[in-house]
């Protein structure tokens, strides 16, 4: 079989496809001869080997049903014709890929070879995006949960502070009276009960402020614990 047989072979058995797709297909091959030389023609043609096998990848690379025979030899080789179709197309450096590439050309081929590379990337690459894209949402949320957080704890610290604050208050009260117990009586009682009184607020106040900081930092840390869980048990399926 010479070049030109084999395209002309290889445009009769690509009757069933639109002619601009053919007309790329032979001119790529064409081509592809060319590059080759006429010293490598024969060893190019024992590469590419059957015409029809070359229309049949052609075929399959566009996704075009009914593919024809390709002639009692590969009907006897049915069962091996997938791997044999995938050697030819590796052996003739992918054409029938490249030519059908080519010949959708336009935007489609952007957005085609745009979701092929979505499809390639591993998970961690498309959370990454995911993560990129919606950057100001979740930024915002958790600018908001850290500042709850916060401000919850504010408060409690805050109580707490009052309440040692007024515990020491009221203890220094309460010693004023005992001091102004021998001159002035009346006024040492009332100077001593309400010392003890700030003291036990303080007491109180301080007491509850410790452990509502407890309880709340140990719902954060169990919460945290959960979603970590959450997460590996995610990421294991």
Known sequence: MTRQEFLRALEQ????????????????????????????????????????????????????????????????DADGDADCDEGAGEKAGEPAGAGTAQSAGGEGSVFDRAADWVRR?????????????????????LGGLIGLVMGVFGALAGVTGAGV?????????????????????????????????????????TGGGVWLITKAVRAGIALWQRAARLWRGKAVR
């Open 121 to 141: 990337q591993p998970n961690g690459v498309l959370w990454v995006l995911l993560a990129v894209v919606t950057c100001p949402v979740w930024l915002g949320l």
């Open 165 to 205: 604050a007024a515990a020491v208050a009221g203890a220094l009260h309460a010693a004023s009276g005992v001091v102004l117990l021998a001159a002035s009586p009346m006024d040492a009682f009332v100077r001593l009960g309400g010392g003890l009184f700030c003291v036990g607020l303080g007491i109180l106040m």
């Open 13 to 76: 058995d690509l009757a069933d496809v639109s002619a601009e797709e053919r007309a790329e297909a032979v001119r790529f091959y064409g081509e592809y001869f060319d590059e080759a030389g006429p010293e490598r023609e024969q060893a190019l043609l024992e590469e590419l080997g059957d015409a029809h096998r070359v229309a049949n990848i052609i075929r399959a690379n566009m996704g075009v049903a009914g593919i024809a025979a390709v002639g009692a030899d590969d009907d006897a």
